[in-house]
């Protein structure tokens, strides 16, 4: 079971968990360059051959890509990485198995659903689910595809890869991300969105437990975002553990509801590393 929280965030843990979640930008890299703490708490992870993984909400590069580039950083990620993307592939795989897909994304998306032998078409006669995701060529056409489908054919349901109003740039605030795409879907059909993959919905991290074969409840999250990462944890059911490192600050942290609070506020990720 995760552990009460008090109010206060724990600045350190003495517990090892049976698996280990982790954002990225932000917790274990910014840029080119790991974060303090995250050689010395991975060659731990290995050392005590404790399950791990990456999540992240952003479908829009592969999880090749992914890997090669943490593999690139001196961390071990083959197998390691789940995606927003590779999670609505699984639940699709798992609990919609035939259905036929309209993705509105990029094109790495639509490679993943490819790989994972999932269905696409542009024919509104023909698709069961549309699926809203980050897509810088979003256009009417294609808002009138999912209408169609929705609607007129009264056949398809909205699904979408992740909830992000905005993707974060680095010289810019952001471009609009998939809540973008969602919010244009439902205002021209009126029907709600009926599953978010990404943070903070719980299904990206139980759906990456159920590929590494752990539990939820016996593992922590850990990200820079206490209204994604964080909150994607306590929805889950899960410690969540705050690194000081990215986006989220101990002011807003303390400033926050105490049960929206992480157990854990890191200044460093290497606190993490369970003492003896």
């Known amino acids: 079971m995760h552990a009460e929280k008090t109010g206060n965030p724990a600045t350190a843990t003495n517990r090892v968990y049976d698996a280990?979640?982790?954002?990225?930008?932000?917790?274990?890299?910014?840029?080119?360059?790991?974060?303090?703490?995250?050689?010395?708490?991975?060659?731990?992870?290995?050392?005590?051959?404790?399950?791990?993984?990456?999540?992240?909400?952003?479908?829009?590069?592969?999880?090749?890509?992914?890997?090669?580039?943490?593999?690139?950083?001196?961390?071990?990620?083959?197998?390691?990485?789940?995606?927003?993307?590779?999670?609505?592939?699984?639940?699709?795989?798992?609990?919609?198995?035939?259905?036929?897909?309209?993705?509105?994304?990029?094109?790495?998306?639509?490679?993943?659903?490819?790989?994972?032998?999932?269905?696409?078409?542009?024919?509104?006669?023909?698709?069961?689910?549309?699926?809203?995701?980050?897509?810088?060529?979003?256009?009417?056409?294609?808002?009138?595809?999912?209408?169609?489908?929705?609607?007129?054919?009264?056949?398809?349901?909205?699904?979408?890869?992740?909830?992000d109003r905005y993707c974060p740039m680095e010289h810019r605030l952001g471009v609009p991300d998939a809540g973008a795409i969602i919010g244009a879907i439902e205002g021209c059909t009126n029907v709600k969105c009926s599953y978010v993959f990404g943070k903070p919905a719980p299904a990206l991290v139980e759906i990456a437990a159920e590929i590494l074969g752990v539990s939820v409840a016996r593992s922590v999250m850990i990200g820079d975002r206490l209204y994604t990462d964080i909150a994607m944890a306590i929805n889950a059911g899960m410690d969540g553990a705050l690194v000081l490192t990215g986006d989220s600050t101990m002011a807003e942290v303390m400033e926050s509801d105490v049960a929206d609070r992480p157990l854990l506020c890191l200044e460093n990720i290497g606190q993490l590393i369970a003492k003896p």
């Open 20 to 163: 280990y979640f982790f954002d990225l930008d932000g917790t274990i890299y910014l840029g080119d360059r790991l974060l303090p703490g995250v050689v010395e708490l991975f060659d731990w992870l290995v050392a005590q051959d404790l399950p791990y993984a990456f999540v992240t909400n952003n479908p829009s590069k592969t999880v090749t890509t992914y890997e090669t580039r943490l593999e690139s950083l001196g961390l071990p990620a083959r197998g390691r990485v789940i995606t927003s993307g590779t999670a609505t592939v699984k639940w699709l795989q798992t609990h919609r198995k035939g259905a036929v897909v309209y993705p509105i994304s990029e094109p790495p998306l639509i490679e993943t659903l490819t790989e994972g032998g999932i269905e696409i078409s542009d024919d509104p006669n023909k698709i069961d689910i549309v699926i809203a995701s980050f897509d810088r060529t979003f256009d009417y056409a294609k808002l009138d595809i999912a209408f169609r489908a929705i609607v007129e054919e009264k056949r398809a349901i909205l699904v979408a890869t992740n909830p």
